[in-house]
Nanobody
Framework: QVQLVQSGGGLVQAGGSLRLSCAAS????????MGWYRQAPGKQRELVAAATTGGSTKYADSVKGRFTVSRDNRNAVYLQMDSLKPEDTAVYYC???????????????WGQGTQVTVSS
């Protein structure tokens, strides 16, 4: 069973930067869509950014111009977060799906989550 291992995150002041990384436990086949969701206390989980192996990307409007999602050729996904705001505070989850549709759901593979806290 494929697992996703996340790293990065932590505490940063507003205006600062953080980088999240996520790697799948296998490189035997290509995982077409990988990305990041986040969930703040009392709020629904929302898609932050995602990318396909073909280079297509999707971003939440709230992070466009500040966050950058990238892939490598070994089933890993990264999220560079710049100009962070307190409202970016949430648990960030890596997600992977074999389809190249940039769509994720209960049948997708989910990481364990990592806390990102932005202080004002």
């Amino acid at each position: 069973q494929v697992q996703l291992v996340q790293s990065g995150g932590g505490l940063v002041q507003a205006g600062g930067s953080l980088r999240l990384s996520c790697a799948a436990s296998t490189s035997r086949f290509s995982i077409n869509s990988m990305g990041w969701y986040r969930q703040a206390p009392g709020k629904q989980r929302e898609l932050v950014a995602a990318a396909t192996t073909g280079g297509s990307t999707k971003y939440a409007d709230s992070v466009k111009g500040r966050f950058t999602v990238s892939r490598d050729n070994r089933n890993a996904v990264y999220l560079q977060m710049d100009s962070l705001k307190p409202e970016d505070t949430a648990v960030y989850y890596c997600v992977a799906d074999p389809r190249d549709l940039l769509q994720f759901g209960p049948t997708s593979i989910w990481g364990q989550g990592t806390q990102v806290t932005v202080s004002s």
